[in-house]
């Protein structure tokens, strides 16, 4: 199972909103509602944001929302904030049964 | 307060083999399906195992299958992970998750610290 693709980073400016993309294919996030976000500070364990494609946590910001189109999930975070700087991954269970992530994206808040 | 406790990492030789622990408290353990991601410095989030509340049924990614085996002792409201035949390419942290409820795959809500796994002789 190849891993997802997501861009290797993205960046915006506070106050700004940006979107991260994580493509598969139809045995993974086409087939599926479950795709996942995950946000990872530096030497800290991964946080779920955003579970089966749009749901939120509770507890998570409501500036954090997901989307799927076809094959491709989208996470979007608006009104950048300092503490949003992090690296980002998608998730999706496959039609193997299996689970697989996207390589990452650093995001830079200028 | 949920809390998940990895411990059994360490600096390991080639072909050898490990058990890595997760004490669960703060929640009903067999209520939950678990899993296991692992991270290689520097690198992404892999999964490796997952398993359902009652330990009935697992599934394992294709890159571990046959070397590790998840399971859990709901009595100790602890998971498990046997890995054997090591390889350099397990030097990982390893991380125990919860998934949402009793499915493995639909995200995991709590994580532990992760224990390093290091494979080099």
């Known amino acids: 199972q190849s891993a997802l693709t997501q861009p290797a980073s993205v960046s915006g400016s506070p106050g700004q909103s940006i979107t991260i993309s994580c493509t598969g294919t139809?045995?993974?996030?086409?087939?599926?509602?479950?795709v996942s976000w995950y946000q990872q500070h530096p030497g800290m364990a991964p946080k779920l944001i955003i579970y089966?494609?749009?749901s939120r946590p509770s507890g998570v910001s409501d500036r954090f929302s997901g989307s799927k189109s076809d094959n491709t999930a989208s996470l979007t975070i608006s009104g950048l904030q300092a503490e949003d700087e992090a690296d980002y991954y998608c998730?999706?269970?496959?039609?193997?049964?299996?689970?697989?992530f996207g390589g990452g994206t650093k995001l830079t808040v200028l | 307060e949920v809390q998940l406790l990895e411990s059994g990492g360490g600096l390991l030789q080639p072909g050898g083999s490990l058990r890595l622990s997760c004490a669960a408290s703060?929640?009903?353990?067999?209520?939950?399906?678990m899993s296991w991601v692992r991270q290689a410095p520097g690198k992404g989030l892999e999964w490796v195992s997952g398993?359902?509340?009652?330990?009935?049924?697992?599934n394992y990614a294709d890159s571990v299958k046959g070397r590790f085996t998840i399971s859990r002792d709901n009595s100790k409201n602890t998971l498990y992970l046997q890995i054997s035949s090591l390889r350099a390419d397990d030097t990982a942290v390893y991380y125990c998750?919860?998934?949402?409820?009793?499915?493995?795959?639909?995200?995991?809500?709590?994580w532990g610290q992760g224990t390093l796994v290091t494979v080099s002789s």
């Open positions: 089966d494609v749009d």
């Open positions: 703060g929640f009903t353990f067999k209520s939950f399906a």
């Open positions: 139809s045995s993974d996030i086409g087939g599926y509602k479950y």
């Open positions: 998750a919860r998934g949402r409820g009793t499915s493995w795959y639909k995200g995991w809500d709590c």
């Open positions: 998730s999706s269970y496959t039609s193997s049964n299996t689970l697989v």
């Open positions: 398993i359902i509340g009652t330990g009935g049924s697992t």
